[in-house]
């Protein structure tokens, strides 16, 4: 059984920038498509991005251009790059294994990150 642990949340300005790392035990890392969501107080779950097995990636349309998903397969490590942060994505960010890529359906989750941007 997969275990992923998120780091790296924390407070920003707006416009600034965070990197979230997700590290995971098991070897099913490396053949499983991965994917960060994010949750907002009062919100539904979200899909923020997801990559594949082979490094093929998805972004939902409010991160495009802004946020870089990314793994190493050989350190079982999944990253969120995010830049140009803005105060309405301040959420508690999961990442998960998806079954399905591009829209994962995330099946086993991490306990989670609090990223908090200020205006």
């Known amino acids: 059984q997969v275990q992923l642990v998120e780091s790296g949340g924390g407070l920003v300005q707006a416009g600034g920038s965070l990197r979230l790392s997700c590290a995971a035990s098991?070897?099913?890392?490396?053949?499983?498509?991965m994917g960060w969501y994010r949750q907002a107080p009062g919100k539904e779950r979200e899909l923020v991005a997801t990559?594949?097995?082979?490094?093929?990636?998805y972004y939902g349309d409010s991160v495009k251009g802004r946020f870089t998903i990314s793994r190493d397969n050989s350190k079982n490590t999944l990253r969120l790059q995010m830049n140009s942060l803005k105060p309405e994505e301040t959420a508690m960010y999961y990442c998960?294994?998806?079954?399905?890529?591009?829209?994962?359906?995330?099946?086993?989750w991490g306990q989670g990150t609090q990223v908090t941007v200020s205006s």
């Open positions: 098991g070897s099913i890392f490396r053949v499983n498509p």
């Open positions: 990559i594949s097995s082979g490094g093929s990636t």
């Open positions: 998960a294994t998806c079954r399905t890529y591009p829209y994962c359906s995330g099946n086993v």
